[in-house]
T-cell receptor, first 114, second 114 residues
Framework: DAGITQSPRHKVTETGTPVTLRCHQT?????MYWYRQDPGHGLRLIHYSYGVKDTDKGEVSDGYSVSRSKTEDFLLTLESATSSQTSVYFC?????????????FGPGTRLTVL | AQSVTQLGSHVSVSEGALVLLRCNYS??????LFWYVQYPNQGLQLLLKYTSAATLVKGINGFEAEFKKSETSFHLTKPSAHMSDAAEYFCAVSDLFGAQKLVFGQGTRLTINP
């Protein structure tokens, strides 16, 4: 298994509070991604990073921000959590080649916003 | 914009029967195509991927998929279902270069009947 960990694995929070999810990799891969998984929608890309301090928006980026200060860490922040952000969040990593490299997924973080 | 449609949110087959999970994509140029599997409470695992080499792609656990450009399809098959195949399956597409920004279908939950 690729070396990807996510923390916390489960979190319950209240509407309006800030939340930060952490993704940590030990593979030294260039690209890191945050997806959210919701029933009937599959997974949708929130943000991704193509290097330290280099990030870009995905399909569903509103209400989320990210930071990557080290190759191995990619943080996802919900500045003011809302109930619509209740979801399972997956971090993923991939290498430089879109053709040959596999995207590996972490175990997920289940977030509940009350 | 790329999109993926998986026909059938639930598929049920008997143990030993053929498994067929359908995926159609929409893209201006043939993209890279992927099938991922998700077991309960786990992350996603790559089954197989098409990257413009052979149109018939073989993956892990006896699964294979055929890329048909004329039908814009990438259906997943397995000749004989096993109880351990019960899981959710996701079809996805990505661009040919740069970050693997995966666009997922809605997912198909596969149930295996004894």
């Amino acid at each position: 298994d690729a070396g990807i960990t996510q923390s916390p694995r489960h979190k319950v929070t209240e509407t309006g509070t800030p939340v930060t999810l952490r993704c940590h990799q030990t593979e030294n891969h260039r690209y890191m991604y945050w997806y959210r998984q919701d029933p009937g929608h599959g997974l949708r890309l929130i943000h991704y990073s193509y290097g330290v301090k280099d990030t870009d928006k995905g399909e569903v980026s509103d209400g989320y921000s990210v930071s990557r200060s080290k190759t191995e860490d990619f943080l996802l922040t919900l500045e003011s959590a809302t109930s619509s952000q209740t979801s399972v969040y997956f971090c993923a990593i991939s290498g430089t080649s879109a053709m040959t490299d596999t995207q590996y997924f972490g175990p997920g973080t289940r977030l509940t916003v009350l | 914009a790329q999109s993926v449609t998986q026909l059938g949110s639930h598929v049920s087959v008997s143990e030993g029967a053929l498994v067929l999970l359908r995926c159609n994509y929409s893209s201006s140029v043939p993209p890279y195509l992927f099938w991922y599997v998700q077991y309960p409470n786990q992350g996603l695992q790559l089954l197989l991927k098409y990257t413009s080499a052979a149109t018939l792609v073989k993956g892990i656990n006896g699964f294979e998929a055929e890329f048909k450009k004329s039908e814009t399809s990438f259906h997943l098959t397995k000749p004989s279902a096993h109880m351990s195949d019960a899981a959710e399956y996701f079809c996805a597409v990505s661009d040919l270069f740069g970050a693997q920004k995966l666009v997922f279908g809605q997912g198909t939950r596969l149930t295996i009947n004894p």
